[in-house]
Nanobody
Framework: QVQLVESGGGLVQAGGSLRLSCAAS????????IGWFRQAPGKEREGVSC????????YYTDSVKGRFTISRDNAKNTVYLQMNSLKSEDTAVYYC?????????????????????WGQGTQVTVSS
């Protein structure tokens, strides 16, 4: 019954912006930490950002700090990832995932097993 659906991906030029959405159903999103991950061709899936449910504290991988912003709209049961100043290396399939807990782990980037539910992903392509 738990479902996560990503949307908002597309093709943009370097320096442009996209806002990804992660719409949840089957659970109340604000009870759980939500993470954004991405996987580029030929590379392992990596953590991008995480937002805790209880206090809204956010985390980002170093490569996107200052450019990406994660947020949530509890009324819409949706988490967003605003991506600015996009670079070609941001090209990847982006996934949102539901943590089993309410607070992002201090090692959230590496502990992907804590995220038990995943969306199908949305493609982000940044051209140079």
């Amino acid at each position: 019954q738990v479902q996560l659906v990503e949307s908002g991906g597309g093709l943009v030029q370097a320096g442009g912006s996209l806002r990804l959405s992660c719409a949840a159903s089957g659970f109340t999103m604000d009870y759980y930490a939500i993470g954004w991950f991405r996987q580029a061709p030929g590379k392992e899936r990596e953590g991008v950002s995480c937002i805790s449910s209880s206090d809204g504290i956010t985390y980002y991988t170093d490569s996107v700090k200052g450019r990406f912003t994660i947020s949530r709209d509890n009324a819409k049961n949706t988490v967003y990832l605003q991506m600015n100043s996009l670079k070609s290396e941001d090209t990847a399939v982006y996934y949102c995932a539901k943590d089993r807990f309410s607070v992002c782990s201090s090692r959230w980037e590496r502990n992907q097993h804590q995220f038990g539910n995943w969306g199908q992903g949305t493609q982000v392509t940044v051209s140079s």
